[in-house]
């Protein structure tokens, strides 16, 4: 169950800069059909949301170098 205490990214901006990658990349990697970036629309406003601990699990199971990796150790 999620915490509805947990923080929020809201915005493509915020979500690259939490992984540290390109607004573009970010985007790209919600595209992919395996193990997408865990993103969400609002259906109020039509902005992207992310939970902050859903990116960090998101990035620790990937095989590329994200900025995120190194500030989580």
């Known amino acids: 169950m999620i915490d509805v205490r947990e923080q929020k990214v809201e915005g493509w901006k915020a979500i690259a800069a939490a ?4 607004t573009v990349t970010a985007q790209s990697y919600a ?5 997408p970036l865990p993103v969400y629309w609002r259906r109020c406003g039509g902005y992207v949301v992310a939970h902050a ?4 699990d998101w990035v620790a199971r990937q095989d590329i170098p994200l900025d995120m990796k190194e500030s989580a150790e």
Do not use: N, P
Request: glycine residues 8%.
């Open 19 to 22: 992984i540290g990658v390109s």
């Open 53 to 56: 601990t859903a990116l960090r």
């Open 31 to 35: 595209k992919r059909r395996k193990d």
